[in-house]
């Protein structure tokens, strides 16, 4: 079985065979584009040295065509799942009013961190593993392409604390006013900051050495104490802090709805108490029935009003319930897909196994779990949010053109004031009277012949 790199190694040969044989270029000719000539001179005398070296007698170190398809195949899906859904967040967040909340512009930059990793890691890492690693892009992306994609990772991994510290503070503290706008795009900005400051380092040890991007460490103990901060500050760090306030929010929940329903059943008996003890002294009350009506007219207009209030916590604290239970889905997902490659790195760098025949093909696989938390965050908000779940519905209406008109409900304004007006009835106990109002006999109609 041919590998793909013994398929592109024999194409290159022959295209660099037929430049030496049948092109007749001196050295004026050449000069209107010395720069191209000499880079293209450079990349084809490295990928001829590079697939000269490759051993055809250990398969190990060359891709096998089952594993190249499935890795096509993925880095397609992947690519085009992750620009797709996370677009999809970023356009119902800034084009719904209702949406641009302080907890949404977290999920935002998410998702734009989430957009951003695949498509500036899948296409040019995809023409480096073919090309066997040389490096084609210059010494300015190496400089630039890596970091920026690691900077991503971190900016992540620390919004998605954000967004647990703000969800910790709705569910424990739920009197105290939100965060703000101005204070969520402060988090932001210090994200960012932060994880720029992280990947610094590695963008300075970066360079071009010969035909490929290398790390250059003045020590090697710099390199593996970098992987460490690196594994502590992306992954360990973040994935504590999330478990220890989603910890502390369930269970704030939980508790509330056992002393709510605990609340209901206490409550029951003594309301059936109450209304025995109230029918064996209606005949002791007969002095006080003139105020009877109004203390009727009272009671049911508090019952009314508590009913409400215990409706509307009981459908906040199942919102915050599909809320908490949504990003401890996002934590689940992000701590299953960024292991692999978090471990990979600690066992490359502290065990020297980085010249494993075998270590290409799972850095691959590691690289495709990292991208595939991009793809899975739209599913968990189309999935546990209402919200998002709408957005994406209208989205792709609009891009197929799919609008609904038959059985489509309008709500005029008329309607709307009529059942303000019913339900302001029932609390002050008019409904009596505007159905005697209503019951009179209406004037006969004139009609002019």
Same mark, same amino acid.
């Given at each position: 079985?041919?590998?793909?790199?013994?398929?592109?190694?024999?194409? &290159?040969?022959?295209?660099?065979?037929?430049?030496?044989?049948?092109?007749?270029?001196?050295?004026? &000719?050449?000069?209107?584009?010395?720069?191209?000539?000499?880079?293209?001179?450079? !990349?084809?005398?490295?990928?001829?040295?590079?697939?000269?070296?490759? =051993?055809?007698?250990?398969?190990?170190?060359?891709?096998?065509?089952?594993?190249?398809?499935?890795?096509?195949?993925?880095?397609?899906?992947?690519?085009?799942?992750?620009?797709?859904?996370?677009?999809?967040?970023?356009?119902?967040? %800034?084009? @719904?009013?209702?949406?641009?909340?302080?907890?949404?512009?977290?999920?935002? @930059?998410?998702?734009?961190?989430?957009?951003?990793?695949?498509?500036?890691?899948?296409?040019?890492?995809?023409?480096?593993?073919?090309?066997?690693?040389?490096?084609?892009?210059?010494?300015?992306?190496?400089?630039?392409?890596?970091?920026?994609?690691?900077?991503?990772?971190?900016?992540?991994?620390?919004?998605?604390?954000?967004?647990?510290? &703000?969800?910790?503070?709705?569910? /424990?503290?739920?009197?105290?006013?939100?965060?703000?706008?101005?204070?969520?795009?402060?988090?932001?900005?210090? %994200?960012?900051?932060?994880?720029?400051?992280?990947?610094?380092?590695?963008?300075?040890?970066?360079?071009?050495?010969?035909?490929?991007?290398?790390?250059?460490?003045?020590?090697?103990?710099?390199?593996?104490?970098?992987?460490?901060?690196?594994?502590?500050?992306?992954?360990?760090?973040?994935?504590?802090? /999330?478990?220890? /306030?989603?910890?502390?929010?369930?269970? @704030?929940?939980?508790?509330?709805? &056992?002393?709510?329903?605990?609340?209901?059943?206490?409550?029951?008996?003594?309301?059936?108490?109450?209304?025995?003890?109230?029918? =064996?002294?209606?005949?002791?009350?007969? =002095?006080?029935?003139?105020?009877?009506?109004?203390?009727?007219?009272?009671?049911?207009?508090?019952?009314?009003?508590?009913?409400?209030?215990?409706?509307?916590?009981?459908?906040?604290?199942?919102?915050?319930?599909?809320?908490?239970?949504?990003? /401890?889905?996002?934590?689940?997902?992000?701590?299953?897909c960024m292991f692999p490659n978090q471990a990979l790195w600690l066992w490359a760098d502290f065990y020297n196994e980085g $010249?494993?025949?075998?270590?290409?093909?799972?850095?691959?696989?590691?690289?495709?779990?990292?991208?595939?938390?991009? !793809?899975?965050?739209?599913?968990?908000?189309?999935?546990?949010?209402?919200?998002?779940?709408?957005?994406?519905?209208?989205?792709?209406?609009?891009?197929?053109?799919?609008?609904?008109?038959?059985?489509? $409900?309008?709500?005029?304004?008329?309607? %709307?004031?009529?059942?303000?007006?019913?339900?302001?009835? %029932?609390? =002050?106990?008019?409904?009596?009277?505007?159905?005697?109002?209503?019951?009179?006999? $209406?004037?006969?109609?004139?009609?002019?012949?």
């Open positions: 079985m041919t590998s793909p790199k013994l398929i592109l190694r024999s194409k &290159d040969t022959i295209f660099v065979e037929k430049m030496n044989s049948n092109t007749t270029f001196n050295a004026k &000719d050449t000069t209107p584009f010395p720069f191209y000539s000499s880079q293209l001179n450079d !990349v084809t005398d490295a990928l001829n040295e590079s697939y000269a070296n490759v =051993s055809t007698d250990n398969p190990d170190t060359v891709q096998s065509l089952d594993f190249w398809i499935v890795k096509i195949v993925l880095y397609g899906v992947i690519l085009l799942g992750s620009s797709i859904g996370n677009s999809l967040v970023i356009y119902i967040i %800034v084009s @719904n009013v209702r949406m641009r909340t302080g907890s949404n512009y977290l999920i935002m @930059n998410l998702a734009l961190c989430d957009f951003v990793t695949p498509v500036f890691s899948i296409p040019f890492d995809y023409f480096l593993e073919e090309y066997n690693y040389i490096w084609m892009y210059g010494s300015v992306m190496c400089k630039l392409l890596w970091p920026l994609t690691t900077m991503s990772s971190t900016s992540a991994a620390l919004t998605l604390a954000a967004i647990s510290l &703000d969800r910790y503070r709705v569910i /424990m503290h739920p009197f105290r006013p939100r965060l703000t706008k101005f204070k969520i795009k402060c988090i932001i900005v210090a %994200v960012y900051v932060f994880s720029l400051l992280v990947v610094t380092p590695y963008s300075y040890v970066l360079d071009l050495k010969g035909h490929q991007c290398r790390e250059i460490w003045p020590d090697i103990s710099y390199k593996k104490y970098y992987t460490l901060g690196l594994f502590h500050v992306q992954y360990f760090l973040p994935l504590i802090f /999330m478990v220890f /306030m989603y910890s502390l929010a369930l269970k @704030n929940l939980y508790t509330s709805a &056992d002393k709510t329903s605990g609340q209901k059943v206490e409550q029951e008996p003594a309301a059936v108490s109450r209304k025995v003890s109230r029918t =064996s002294t209606n005949s002791r009350r007969s =002095s006080v029935a003139e105020t009877e009506p109004k203390l009727k007219k009272v009671s049911s207009t508090v019952r009314l009003v508590r009913k409400f209030s215990s409706t509307v916590r009981r459908g906040k604290t199942e919102a915050n319930k599909r809320a908490t239970k949504m990003f /401890m889905a996002v934590v689940g997902v992000f701590t299953i $010249q494993n025949p075998r270590f290409l093909n799972a850095v691959i696989i590691c690289w495709l779990f990292t991208y595939a938390n991009s !793809v899975c965050n739209p599913v968990i908000y189309a999935v546990f949010s209402r919200d998002f779940r709408r957005g994406f519905k209208r989205a792709f209406r609009k891009v197929f053109c799919l609008h609904r008109h038959k059985n489509r $409900q309008v709500y005029k304004t008329d309607m %709307v004031e009529t059942l303000t007006t019913e339900l302001k009835c %029932v609390a =002050s106990g008019e409904t009596e009277k505007r159905k005697r109002k209503n019951a009179t006999v $209406q004037r006969p109609k004139l009609y002019l012949l």
